[in-house]
């Protein structure tokens, strides 16, 4: 009669390789997400200049990730959206100087875009920066310190420092610092 088939499984009984259990996965910016969704918008929409720069910023956001200094935080994915929007920039006046205003137009069309994503985020604003390292610089000023750029600047990022964790633009910040040593 019936005969109970004897069940032999082919996969190995101990856990996969392929299943993580304790992801290391890296942090991704809030802002990600925004652009992940809007790359699928565009997609449906057959938006070609959205969807060219929101891929390259996708891209190198990935990229990164395989590198000493990933991007993490919102700060860091503006730093790359102003880094690309400045290279298009330069690419437009390029193009301008040999008139060749299709490609121009093409080029101020991806910088309005990238602006657009660099407005979303939210950085303290140049005053509260500034008062910040104001009273930075009295601090260091007050402990008879010799008041010098990069230690300013270590002091306001260091960890527990007046910048720590802000939502502040280093390259904004050294620029402001540096004036204020210097006046």
């Known amino acids: ?23 290391s996965a890296p942090v991704l910016p809030p802002l ?11 997609m449906k929409a057959k938006d070609t200049p959205r969807l060219n720069v929101l891929r390259a910023l996708i891209s190198e956001t990935n990229n990164a990730a395989k590198t000493a200094s990933p991007i993490q935080t919102d700060i860091q994915l503006l730093s790359l959206i102003r880094k690309r929007a ?19 137009e093409k080029e101020d069309l991806q910088v309005t875009i990238l602006e657009e994503y660099a407005s979303q985020i939210k950085t303290l604003s140049v005053e509260e920066v500034e008062a910040v390292i104001a009273k930075e610089i009295n601090a260091i000023k007050e402990a008879g310190n010799k008041l010098e750029i990069g230690q300013v600047l270590k002091s306001l990022f260091a960890p527990g420092g007046a910048l720590d964790g802000k939502p502040a633009d280093r390259k904004e910040v050294a620029g402001l610092v540096k004036k204020a040593v210097s006046a």
């Open 32 to 42: 990600m997400s925004t652009l992940r969704n809007d790359l699928k918008t565009a």
């Open 1 to 23: 009669m019936f005969q109970a088939a004897r069940f032999t499984s082919r996969v190995p009984l101990r856990t996969p390789i392929w299943v993580r259990w304790n992801s």
């Open 86 to 104: 400045s290279a298009a920039k330069e690419a437009a006046e390029q193009f301008a100087k040999e008139e060749r205003a299709d490609l121009k």
